[in-house]
Nanobody, 125 residues
Framework: QVQLVESGGGSVQAGGSLRLSCTVSGLTFTDYCVGWFRQAPGKKREGVATISGTMRSVYYDDSVKGRFTISRENAKNTLHLQMNSLKLDDTALYYC??????????????????WGQGTQVTVFS
């Protein structure tokens, strides 16, 4: 059974930082591209960042470039998202995901073979 379990969400003042983590089990981690998606109330789910199994290919949505950093630890089947300079607009439910697709096309499709349950990130002024 494939499981993706996120952690690290919370509430933070604008300008602050949070680090999300996602532990994946039940699949061969390095075979999959993994990424982070988010969904704010009343909005569609959107791709935030993705990273390939080899870590050679990394994608960021323009809205988070320069502020967020995605990384993965293949030996630990773990995915991270370091979020700095957080803005009010970053408030959303953040999901980790795994799929054979990767990069921009996967991010904009907002579809994935596997999803975590989500972790809430709330940025306040």
């Amino acid at each position: 059974q494939v499981q993706l379990v996120e952690s690290g969400g919370g509430s933070v003042q604008a300008g602050g930082s949070l680090r999300l983590s996602c532990t994946v089990s039940g699949l061969t981690f390095t075979d999959y591209c993994v990424g982070w998606f988010r969904q704010a109330p009343g909005k569609k789910r959107e791709g935030v960042a993705t990273i390939s199994g080899t870590m050679r290919s990394v994608y960021y949505d323009d809205s988070v470039k320069g502020r967020f950093t995605i990384s993965r630890e293949n030996a630990k089947n773990t995915l991270h998202l370091q979020m700095n300079s957080l803005k009010l607009d970053d408030t959303a439910l953040y999901y980790c995901a795994a799929d054979y697709n990767c990069g921009y096309l996967w991010a904009v499709s907002a579809r994935s073979e596997y999803w975590g349950q989500g972790t809430q990130v709330t940025v306040f002024s």
